[in-house]
C-alpha cells in the first residue's frame, strides 16, 4: 500500500506506514530488519514520483516513459529479492 503512495512522492512510503501503524514502535514491531532493508531498497529504487513520469513523457512520448517506468520496476524488484535471498542465506531472518 505504502508504495503505490509513494507514487505521488516518495515520501509519502513513510507517511502511509505513520497512518497505518500510528508510532515507531508498532512499525518496528510489524517487520523483521532485513524487511525493512529491503523495503528502504525498494523504495529507493523503484519509480520516482509521477511528476517525475510526466517530465519523461514531455519531453520525449509514452513509450519511453512507459519503458522507463518497466525498467525501473524490473530493477527494484531484482534487487529487492536479491537483498531477500541474500539477508536469509546470510541468517539476518525474515
Do not use: D
Not at 509521477?50 to 519503458?67: C, D, M, P
Amino acid at each position: 500500500v505504502s508504495l503505490l503512495f509513494g507514487i505521488i512522492a516518495k515520501e509519502n512510503v513513510i507517511s502511509t506506514y505513520g497512518v497505518l501503524y500510528g508510532t515507531a514502535a508498532a512499525i518496528r514491531s510489524a517487520m523483521t530488519p532485513l524487511q525493512a532493508y529491503v523495503l528502504m531498497a525498494v523504495t529507493t529504487l523503484y519509480i520516482p514520483c509521477i511528476a517525475t513520469i510526466g517530465a519523461i513523457r514531455a519531453e520525449s512520448n509514452w513509450k519511453w516513459a512507459a519503458l522507463a517506468t518497466a525498467y525501473m520496476i524490473t530493477v527494484a524488484s531484482i534487487v529487492g529479492i536479491l537483498i531477500w535471498h541474500v539477508g536469509l542465506l546470510l541468517g539476518w531472518g525474515a
